[in-house]
């Protein structure tokens, strides 16, 4: 057990930090531990945790993708006018807007390494273009989701609100296995030394689009989520879902230099976040300061994170003399 902790005492230090913000949300809000609660709770969380994971398999391999937020609102826009009729249409929607978003990680992947530009440069300008096509698609909010598909992602199952029971399949379906096959290793690999990788024999551009797509993939799950929850498009949610999604992997103690992390941490940072804007709501601080917080929040998450990367690249100074 003490093993277990130490070498996971990131995503253990998240899960500690996260119980005490719920226990004080929930002791300060008017209804308390109810179902209703938790389950507006939950979905607010997971539109973020999805968001979060996106950026995490950009930075776990040394990049970060500021298209996050963009990817949201071209997926969010695209589900509003595909998420509604028969359940045919409407399924083949819903893998229409999850490829969506995989064909714009793909195309940050292969710009970033075939063009050999930096993410930060390729991401910053993909998510123009991508927002530029959310605004043809829903030049205002509007559109509709399908109310009983909504409802059944989005509510409860005996009492257990459905974002919960997702985030645990997305952790034991997908997480734990995907970590231990070539792929996942490969991306710690590649965030831990490129060079080292490349010598171990793994391809890793092949790895680094892998990771963008991944996180085109899961930016397109976070935009199909914030349908559910809204039943509307709108094209307009970028920035404010970029800049938390880094902030979330950085609560979460995924290193901004890579390599370090898991997406159990970025789920963790990202409902931490949530939790403390939540709290915030019933702490009786003015609703006009609210936004000051936040961003005080935000900017110290980042800047930890910052301060990471400037401490790697001084011992990297050290060892190169």
């Known amino acids: 057990m003490l093993d277990y ?5 990131r995503e253990v230090i998240a899960a500690i930090v996260l119980l005490v ?5 929930l002791g300060t809000h008017p209804r308390g531990a109810s179902t209703y609660v938790l389950t507006i709770w939950a979905n607010q969380c997971l539109i973020l945790g999805l968001a979060a994971i996106a950026q995490f398999f950009a930075v776990v391999v040394r990049g970060i993708d500021l298209s996050v937020g963009a990817v949201m609102a071209l997926t969010n826009t695209l589900a509003s006018h595909l998420l509604d009729g028969s359940a045919v ?3 083949f929607g819903m893998v ?13 992947g292969l ?27 829903r030049p205002t909010p509007g559109g509709a989701i399908n109310y009983d598909l909504a409802d059944a992602v989005t509510l409860d199952v005996f009492g257990v609100p459905t974002a919960l029971i997702l985030s645990g399949l997305l952790i034991f379906a997908f997480w734990i296995p995907f970590r231990r096959t070539g792929l996942g290793l490969g991306l710690y690999a590649l965030g831990s030394s490129e060079q080292a990788a490349f010598q171990s024999g793994i391809d890793t551009r092949l790895v680094r689009i892998a990771a963008f797509t991944l996180a085109g993939l899961f930016g397109g799950a976070a935009g ?4 559910f929850v809204t ?35 970025a789920m963790a940072g990202a409902f931490i976040l949530k939790t403390i804007a939540s709290l915030m709501f019933f702490s009786g601080i003015p609703s006009l300061a609210q936004p000051l917080f ?28």
């Open 5 to 9: 902790i130490r070498s996971n005492r």
């Open 21 to 25: 913000l719920l226990s004080l949300y």
């Open 89 to 91: 249409g409407i399924g």
């Open 96 to 108: 229409a807007v999850l490829a969506a978003g995989a064909a714009c990680g793909l195309v940050n």
């Open 111 to 137: 710009v970033v390494v075939y063009g050999r530009i930096q993410p930060i440069v390729v991401t910053l300008a993909t998510a123009s273009i991508f927002v530029g096509v959310a605004l043809m698609l």
């Open 224 to 227: 199909l989520y914030y349908s």
């Open 231 to 265: 039943t509307t498009g709108d094209a307009g949610i970028a920035a404010n879902f970029t800049l938390n999604s880094i902030a979330a992997v950085v609560l979460g103690g995924v290193l901004l230099r890579g390599g370090v992390g898991s997406l159990v941490g």
């Open 294 to 321: 936040e961003g005080l929040i935000l900017a110290a998450a980042i800047a930890v994170g910052g301060a990471d990367v400037l401490r790697a690249r001084n011992r990297l100074e050290v060892f190169g003399r």
